[in-house]
């Protein structure tokens, strides 16, 4: 949708060690980062700092941007711009900071921030994987289109966004999360327990018995492949876990929402050992009380990133049926299926372009009410 629009927005990822300041247009970058430490403990400086950065950037550019948009960490009441409650990472924001007002002020152009998860989300779905998935159905003749997304970023923690029909849907308290569902191998504990870089760390050290190991996921990666020494087994199990875990959380919001799944964030980097488990819990089964059973998911669920299963769900079941008392027929796809991808794109560059859409289809609402 804004994969072409020669409007320029001012781009921030804000880390709670580092702030890389950016500027985007047509969802590419177009300026080189510029990084500075967030001193996310003294806020007059983190603050500071970050009115600094942004400055940096827009004085690159040969011309003004429309909009700065960006990600922060956090509860926060995001269509008002302000920043508080508990964040660990930004523990000088936790009485309240208003932020977006604060930097309207300064640069006198319209400011969003949103959560990093809801902006991966819309991303993928205006600027990543939902188009692309969309142009393969095309090229391959099928009439199937998607319009709703769920995005799912792996890494400190589990983050979740959802589109539906084109529009971020960030709920009516900006609390749209999906680290609270359940755990479902563990009652009474939350799933980011077992969906985070330190889920694959513990559940390495309790299946090895090496509960002093320094390994982070990429090494335990390894150690699954079994290029790097230590238990392969033990390696295999935390991110076969991990994948049953959230394909468990997933199976729950995927069926209320029908769309696609795109996945993004640095553990996908060992998807070869996650998916398996993952897919498998998607396509898992539930029993009624009476005996019978039924899918999880009431959709087929395809691994799009498998030419051999995205020609099946390009394919579809499609047949036509007599409309009665004609001569006419219609045509009617009843296999109901969604897809589950890996972002192609990255978690940050889909947040990025996430907020710089976002921008834009908050611009073009304004102009619309005002025409």
Same mark, same amino acid.
């Given at each position: 949708?804004?994969?072409?629009?020669?409007?320029?927005?001012?781009?921030?990822?804000?880390?709670?060690?580092?702030?890389?300041?950016? $500027?985007?247009?047509?969802?590419?970058?177009?300026?080189?980062?510029?990084?500075?430490?967030?001193?996310?403990?003294?806020?007059?400086?983190?603050?500071?700092?970050?009115?600094?950065?942004?400055?940096?950037?827009?004085?690159?550019?040969?011309?003004?941007?429309?909009?700065?948009?960006?990600?922060?960490?956090?509860?926060?009441?995001?269509?008002?711009?302000?920043?508080?409650?508990? #964040?660990?990472?930004?523990?000088? %924001?936790?009485?309240?900071?208003? #932020?977006?007002?604060?930097?309207?002020?300064?640069?006198?152009?319209?400011?969003?921030?949103?959560? !990093?998860?809801?902006?991966?989300?819309?991303?993928?779905?205006?600027?990543?994987?939902?188009?692309?998935?969309?142009?393969?159905?095309?090229?391959?003749?099928?009439?199937?289109?998607?319009?709703?997304?769920?995005?799912?970023?792996? @890494?400190?923690?589990?983050?979740?966004?959802?589109?539906?029909?084109?529009? #971020?849907?960030?709920?009516?308290?900006?609390?749209?999360?999906?680290?609270?569902?359940?755990?479902?191998?563990?009652?009474?504990?939350?799933?980011? &327990? @077992?969906?985070?870089?330190?889920?694959?760390?513990?559940?390495? $050290?309790?299946?090895?018995? !090496?509960?002093?190991?320094? %390994? &982070?996921?990429?090494?335990?990666?390894?150690?699954?492949?079994?290029?790097?020494? @230590?238990?392969?087994?033990?390696?295999?199990?935390?991110?076969?876990?991990? @994948? &049953?875990?959230?394909?468990?959380?997933?199976?729950?919001? $995927?069926?209320?929402?029908?769309?696609?799944?795109?996945?993004?964030?640095?553990?996908?980097? $060992?998807?070869?050992?996650?998916?398996?488990? #993952?897919?498998?819990?998607?396509?898992? &089964?539930?029993?009624?009380?009476?005996?019978?059973?039924?899918?999880?998911?009431?959709?087929?669920? %395809?691994?799009? !990133? !498998?030419?051999?299963?995205?020609?099946?769900?390009?394919?579809?079941? *499609?047949?036509?049926?007599?409309?009665?008392?004609?001569?006419?027929?219609?045509?009617?796809?009843?296999?109901?299926?969604?897809?589950?991808?890996?972002?192609?794109?990255?978690? *940050?560059?889909?947040?990025?372009?996430?907020?710089? *859409? %976002?921008?834009?289809?908050?611009?073009?609402?304004?102009?619309?009410?005002?025409?």
């Amino acid at each position: 949708m804004y994969r072409h629009d020669n409007r320029i927005v001012i781009t921030l990822d804000a880390g709670g060690t580092n702030f890389v300041f950016g $500027a985007m247009r047509a969802c590419e970058y177009i300026t080189e980062p510029i990084t500075y430490p967030s001193n996310a403990h003294d806020l007059d400086l983190c603050l500071d700092t970050m009115v600094k950065g942004f400055r940096e950037v827009i004085d690159k550019l040969d011309e003004k941007p429309v909009a700065i948009s960006f990600a922060f960490p956090g509860p926060a009441d995001y269509p008002n711009g302000i920043i508080g409650g508990y #964040l660990p990472n930004f523990p000088s %924001f936790r009485d309240g900071v208003a #932020l977006g007002p604060m930097l309207q002020n300064e640069f006198g152009i319209p400011v969003f921030i949103n959560n !990093d998860g809801d902006l991966f989300a819309y991303g993928e779905a205006l600027c990543g994987a939902l188009p692309e998935i969309n142009h393969r159905l095309a090229e391959a003749g099928s009439a199937k289109r998607f319009r709703n997304l769920l995005g799912y970023t792996f @890494g400190t923690g589990f983050g979740v966004g959802i589109v539906v029909n084109g529009r #971020l849907n960030r709920g009516d308290n900006s609390c749209v999360e999906t680290f609270c569902l359940p755990h479902k191998m563990k009652e009474g504990i939350i799933v980011e &327990e @077992g969906v985070a870089v330190r889920a694959i760390k513990r559940v390495y $050290a309790e299946a090895s018995g !090496d509960y002093s190991h320094n %390994f &982070e996921p990429k090494e335990i990666c390894e150690i699954a492949d079994g290029t790097r020494e @230590g238990n392969q087994e033990a390696a295999r199990r935390a991110f076969a876990e991990f @994948g &049953e875990v959230a394909g468990n959380a997933m199976a729950i919001a $995927a069926q209320l929402i029908d769309g696609i799944i795109v996945i993004g964030g640095g553990i996908t980097a $060992a998807g070869r050992w996650i998916m398996p488990s #993952l897919m498998k819990e998607l396509r898992s &089964e539930i029993a009624t009380l009476g005996g019978d059973s039924v899918r999880r998911v009431q959709m087929e669920v %395809f691994d799009l !990133d !498998d030419p051999v299963e995205f020609e099946k769900f390009a394919k579809g079941n *499609s047949k036509r049926i007599a409309v009665r008392g004609t001569n006419l027929t219609v045509e009617y796809d009843d296999m109901k299926r969604i897809g589950v991808t890996l972002s192609k794109m990255g978690a *940050s560059k889909a947040i990025s372009a996430g907020a710089y *859409s %976002f921008a834009l289809s908050k611009i073009d609402e304004e102009e619309d009410k005002n025409d």
